[in-house]
């Protein structure tokens, strides 16, 4: 009777800690998570696809794809010609036919052979038809720099797709968030165009795969503050908690605001942090000029004009091409260029 009660007791205990796992989830770097999450709706919908160049055998270049097609089979995980165009022209046919597809572009800057394909047929396809046309497609793109890569490797041409109308254009930076957000992304009726920060792919965090997750174009506020709003997404989300956190150290009390979503944007999350701070400074890795940050600051400044303490201030690349991997971080927007604006935007 002691035996069975010690094993009853031990049991229990299990059952408490598996419990206690599931609900605070598992600790998966954000290649892993969105590896996951492919596998789910590959299980959950007969109609995904998975299509790309490598996707398959291989499992990918960063082995993001890594079972998927030994698991699922070669006619669900697609390795095709190396033809973006050709990729993205078949994941419109095969929309257009009742499937899901979603599309791996190998690198950032691989995607433009496919970016008539993109704008002119599957941003246009739904408008066109009045609205009796669907295709749902997710292009997965791998973008942004910090890996010391070739040429046209670590590009971000994320607000290229943004002027889009007819497109969604997101970015996760994080883990959780790559899980539920290409969950979203799949299941929804409209194209979404799905950066994926590369170089955040092996940093880890919790996945609760059983969570309900919030609205995919909803902005988070990850880290509250009183003096100044950092905004970024993707990538730079990581840098600008860093940023904010050395800022606490001289008594700077600094809120840091993921966007989750570059189209559409989340404004309204933007505005109520600004109105509370009265400073702004949008980070990105992609050239200031004409870059997504200049939208977030003209609108901010047309609804906060009377908040705002001081000009809306950018960070980001250089107007000139991605350099070579030896001077990419130079390029690209680090802790003290970040500083280095939060301090002008705290002196006026």
Avoid at 139 to 152: K, L, M, N, S
């Amino acid at each position: 009777m002691a035996v069975e009660k010690t094993a009853e007791k031990a049991a229990q205990k299990s059952a408490e800690k598996a419990a206690e796992k599931a609900g605070a989830g598992e600790k998966l770097a954000l290649g892993r998570a969105i590896n996951a999450s492919l596998r789910r709706a590959l299980e959950e919908d007969p109609k995904v696809l998975v299509m790309g160049e490598d996707v398959g055998k291989l499992g990918g270049v960063f082995r993001v794809t890594d079972g998927l097609q030994k698991d699922f089979g070669e006619s669900r995980v697609i390795d095709t010609p190396l033809a973006e165009s050709g990729i993205v022209g078949t994941a419109i046919g095969l929309a257009l036919r009742g499937y899901r597809p979603v599309v791996e572009i190998q690198f950032d800057g691989f995607v433009f052979p496919a970016y008539d394909q993109i704008v002119t047929q599957l941003a246009k396809m739904h408008a066109r038809a009045l609205g009796k046309v669907k295709l749902p497609v997710v292009i997965r793109i791998p973008y942004g720099g910090g890996i010391g890569a070739v040429e046209h490797h670590s590009e971000s041409p994320e607000s290229l797709f943004a002027h889009v109308a007819g497109l969604k254009v997101v970015s996760p930076s994080n883990a959780s968030d790559a899980y539920w957000m290409l969950q979203q992304a799949v299941q929804s009726d409209d194209p979404v165009i799905f950066f994926e920060p590369k170089r955040r792919y092996w940093d880890k965090a919790e996945v609760n795969t059983e969570a309900i997750p919030g609205p995919l174009h909803k902005a988070r506020v990850v880290r509250e503050g009183t003096d100044l709003t950092l905004v970024a997404y993707g990538p730079m989300v990581k840098l600008c908690q860093e940023v904010a956190a050395a800022a606490a150290e001289e008594g700077k009390s600094l809120e840091v605001v993921d966007l989750r979503s570059v189209s559409p944007l989340d404004f309204d999350t933007v505005q109520a942090s600004v109105e509370k701070t009265g400073r702004l400074v949008v980070v990105h890795e992609a050239p200031v000029f004409f870059g997504s940050g200049a939208e977030i600051a003209a609108r901010i400044t047309e609804r906060c004009f009377y908040h705002l303490e001081a000009p809306v201030l950018r960070v980001g690349g250089y107007h000139a091409p991605y350099p070579p991997a030896r001077l990419e971080e130079e390029y690209l927007p680090g802790l003290d260029r970040v500083l280095d604006a939060v301090d002008r935007a705290l002196a006026y």
